[in-house]
C-alpha cells in the first residue's frame, strides 16, 4: 500500500540509509566493518547528522554513539531507540543501517511537530552488533547491560590485538566500563529489516516480533601434524582437517535432526573453518572451525552443545589427532519482547492503517541486551525475498519509512503511558 499519511519525511530518511550505506569498503559492497576506518568514518557523519537534528553526542565506556535530546522532565528516564551502524562483509544496505537512522528521523520529527518529549530520548548506534574480528558480537549493548566482562576484553583479533585495545581505540573506555551500564533506560525500541520472507509473501507492513532466538557459538580447534601429502602413506597420517570435516557433517545431521522434532525453532551453522597450513601439497596440522547454534528452546541447544562434544572428540580420537580445545564463545538465553511495548506498537501500526503480523527472530540482535535492563520490542519491515547479509539486500523507502512511523507512534503514545 501507498503510505502518504506518516508523520515523518519518508525522503530524508531514505537518504541517510543511503548516504551511511555508501560509506563502504568499495572492493566489498557494503562493508563497514566494526573497529575499522570506515566504521570510523561512518561514526563520524552519524555524529554530524546526530548533531544537526540537536542531539547531544558522546561515545560511552562501551564504545556506543549516543546522541541525547533531553526530555521535559528528565527525571522520568529514557526512551530509546537504536540498532548498529557496522555490517558483516559484503553485508548490505539496511542491516542495522536502517534502525540507526529510524531513530535519528524520529527525533528530527518530533521537533519539526514542536513536540518536547517529557522523557529523554536517545538514539543509539551499538558498537559491534555483527561478530567482530575478535569473535564477539552485541559489544556495546553488552557493555550497556553490563554483560561485557574482562574474559571477554582479552580476547584477540587476527592482529593479535586485544579487544579492551580496540574499543579504547574507537573511543570507549574498558577501564571504566562500569560507567557504560544504565538503569534509567526504561523502553528500547529497534526497527530492522525482517531478513526473512513471511512479510512480504503476505503483503504485510510491519512484523511485530515476539522473541529473539538466543545464540550459542563455539570454537573447536583440532591438532593433527602437517607432512608431506605426496610422501606420508596413509596410515601415518595425523590430518586435522578430517576431525574437523566430520564435526561439521555432524553439526548439519544433529541440527537437522532437532529441527525436525517441532519442539522448537533450531538452526545451526559452521561459519568458520580455517586449515593450517592451507596448501594443496600438505597434510593439514590444525584445523579450527566455529559453530553458531540459534534456537528458542534452551533444552535443544544443550543436547545440541553435548551431542557435538561428544562426537568431535570421538572423530579427534578415530584419526590420531588431539582435539586441543571446545571453547564457549559467546551465548545468549532466547528473549521475549516486552507484551506492553508490542501493543504499543501494533496500536501505531493500526492507527496508521497498516497491516501487521507477530514473528519471532531467528537472528540476533542488540535487543536481546537492552532486555536484561528495560523492557525491549522490535518492528520488522519487509525485506526483498528475505535477502540479507548479501549485497542484495533491500528494502524499499516505502517500507522503512512506514516501519519507522509505527516507532514514532509508539514513542509518543509510551512518553504519557510511562510518565
Known sequence: MTKTNLPLDADRLWTDVMALADITDPA?????RSFTALFLEGRAWLARRFAEAGLVTHIDAAGNLIGRLEGSNP????????SHSDTVPAGGRFDGIAGVATGLEIVRALREAGLRPQHTIEVIDFLAEEPSEYGLSCI????????L???????????????RDALRRVGGDPDRLE???RSDIRAYLELHIEQGVVLESQSLDVGIVTSIVGIRRFEIIFQGEADHAGATPMALRHDALVPAAQT???????????AAEGSGYFVATVGILDVDPSASNIVPGRCRLVVDARTTAPELMQRFTELIDQESAAYATASRVSRASFTLLSDGPPTMCDANLRASLRRGGRDLGLGDIDLPSGAGHD???MSRICPSAMVFIPCRAGKSHAPEEWADREA???GAAVIYQAVRELDQALS
Do not use: H
Not at 556495546?140 to 554483560?147: E, F, V
Open 75 to 82: 527525571a522520568l528516564g529514557v526512551i530509546a531507540i537504536g
Open 367 to 369: 535487543a536481546v541486551f
Open 179 to 181: 560507567q557504560a551500564k
Open 28 to 32: 566489498r559492497p557494503y562493508t563497514r
Open 400 to 402: 522503512i519509512a512506514a
Open 248 to 258: 561439521v557433517a555432524s553439526v548439519r545431521r544433529i541440527a537437522d535432526l532437532l
Open 140 to 147: 556495546g549493548s553488552r557493555g550497556i547491560s553490563g554483560w
Open 149 to 163: 566482562d574482562a574474559k571477554m576484553l582479552d580476547m584477540t583479533g587476527p592482529g593479535g590485538e586485544k579487544l
